[in-house]
């Protein structure tokens, strides 16, 4: 992203606002907005696992984990896959589809095509080439191609009822089309008093994704005055629910340290931010674990949890959480 527009969406964030910067370029020039009413996120995980799905593990093990990938609230999905189709319910039109990133765990021209929604959103640096990749998708199936929607970090859009921020991921595909490097995601859903960060796949939460959602610790609610406010910094705001990744099962000590995390940094970074106050869930709402790697990818839930501490519980396939 060029400079100019990333402090336009820094600023936006700040105000809580979002849309299109007018010829003058000023932060007054985009128009609010405002976070959906309603109470709770329903989040259907239709996969829960990282890459390498193959259809006969099902057979094999009820408890093998699809590739991850969630519905919310029964009309938005986040990453899709040709093995969630199955665990789609039944009679299910999802409308849109948000993408991380393209790594082919998360992203398939041809199952976004199938899945019938009619918007697709990815990060700007690989739109044009997501366009292409479903363009021709849909030509192969004979089928329509959802609109592809650029996102720039920062910027909240709003989608059937539900407020997206995508904010960058510490994760990489090292992919360039047309001259710019792909970014990757991570999306805090809002709708109501819910705030939902979603974070797969990553290593731990970057400084620019903790500032832009507002639970960066070292911004407090003592410390942040007019003069914070004046500069391209975000009002603290804490999130309300957490999904995180644990690729790398109980260890951080793993080859995929640099791009995913372990249950360590998982229940590191919710310890933090439960100790200053930038992590608040309602009573007895557990922490969701996803994206698991080889070692817990075909235990069942209630064996992976008793390998866990506190709030953290595992996702499986097919689990629905309200989030508030
Ligand atoms: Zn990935």
Same mark, same amino acid.
């Given at each position: 992203?060029? #400079? #100019?527009?990333?402090?336009?969406?820094?600023?936006?964030?700040?105000?809580? &606002?979002?849309?299109?910067? &007018?010829?003058?370029?000023?932060?007054?020039?985009?128009?609010?907005?405002?976070?959906? *009413?309603?109470?709770?996120?329903?989040?259907?995980?239709?996969?829960?696992?990282? +890459?390498?799905?193959?259809? *006969?593990?099902?057979?094999? /093990?009820?408890?093998?984990?699809?590739?991850?990938?969630?519905?919310?609230?029964?009309?938005?999905?986040?990453?899709? &896959?040709?093995?969630?189709?199955?665990?789609?319910?039944?009679?299910?039109?999802?409308?849109?589809?948000?993408?991380?990133?393209?790594?082919?765990?998360?992203? +398939?021209?041809?199952?976004?095509? $199938? +899945?019938?929604?009619?918007?697709?959103?990815?990060?700007?640096?690989?739109? %044009?080439?997501?366009?292409?990749?479903? %363009?021709?998708?849909?030509?192969?199936?004979?089928?329509?191609?959802?609109?592809?929607?650029?996102?720039?970090?920062? &910027?909240?859009?709003? =989608?059937?009822?539900?407020?997206?921020?995508?904010?960058?991921?510490?994760?990489?595909?090292?992919?360039?089309?047309?001259?710019?490097?792909?970014?990757?995601?991570?999306?805090?859903?809002?709708?109501?008093? %819910?705030?939902?960060?979603?974070?797969?796949?990553?290593?731990?939460?970057?400084?620019?994704?903790?500032?832009?959602?507002?639970?960066?610790?070292?911004? /407090?609610?003592?410390?942040?005055?007019?003069?914070?406010?004046?500069?391209?910094?975000?009002?603290?705001?804490?999130?309300?629910?957490?999904?995180? =990744? @644990? !690729?790398?099962?109980?260890?951080?000590?793993?080859?995929?340290?640099?791009?995913?995390?372990?249950?360590? !940094?998982?229940?590191?970074?919710?310890?933090?931010?439960?100790?200053?106050?930038?992590?608040?869930?309602? =009573?007895?709402? $557990?922490?969701?674990?996803?994206?698991?790697?080889? $070692?817990?990818?075909?235990?069942? @839930?209630?064996?992976?949890?008793?390998?866990?501490?506190?709030?953290?519980?595992?996702?499986?396939?097919?689990? *629905?959480?309200?989030?508030?």
């Amino acid at each position: 992203m060029r #400079r #100019r527009e990333f402090v336009f969406s820094g600023l936006l964030a700040a105000a809580g &606002t979002a849309g299109r910067a &007018t010829a003058s370029g000023t932060a007054a020039a985009f128009e609010p907005v405002p976070i959906p *009413e309603g109470d709770g996120i329903r989040t259907l995980f239709l996969g829960s696992g990282a +890459s390498g799905w193959n259809p *006969e593990f099902a057979t094999k /093990n009820p408890h093998m984990r699809r590739q991850s990938s969630v519905l919310l609230d029964g009309r938005v999905l986040i990453d899709f &896959t040709s093995c969630g189709f199955d665990k789609l319910p039944e009679g299910c039109r999802p409308e849109a589809l948000f993408q991380t990133h393209s790594h082919a765990d998360h992203y +398939s021209p041809s199952a976004a095509v $199938k +899945s019938g929604v009619a918007r697709m959103y990815v990060h700007e640096t690989w739109a %044009a080439s997501a366009r292409r990749q479903v %363009a021709a998708a849909a030509e192969k199936l004979g089928m329509r191609a959802p609109e592809v929607i650029p996102l720039s970090f920062g &910027t909240r859009v709003v =989608e059937c009822g539900l407020a997206f921020t995508a904010v960058p991921a510490n994760h990489s595909t090292s992919r360039v089309t047309d001259g710019e490097l792909e970014r990757t995601c991570l999306y805090l859903v809002e709708k109501g008093a %819910a705030r939902l960060l979603y974070a797969t796949d990553t290593a731990g939460i970057p400084g620019d994704s903790a500032r832009m959602i507002g639970i960066d610790p070292h911004i /407090n609610d003592e410390n942040f005055g007019e003069r914070l406010a004046s500069r391209f910094v975000h009002r603290p705001q804490a999130i309300t629910a957490l999904v995180m =990744e @644990a !690729t790398d099962g109980d260890s951080d000590e793993d080859f995929r340290m640099f791009v995913h995390s372990g249950v360590p !940094t998982v229940a590191r970074t919710v310890r933090m931010l439960a100790k200053h106050k930038r992590y608040l869930p309602p =009573e007895g709402q $557990k922490v969701y674990l996803t994206h698991f790697g080889i $070692k817990y990818r075909g235990m069942p @839930a209630e064996e992976v949890n008793k390998c866990l501490p506190e709030p953290l519980s595992a996702a499986y396939d097919g689990l *629905e959480v309200v989030f508030r």
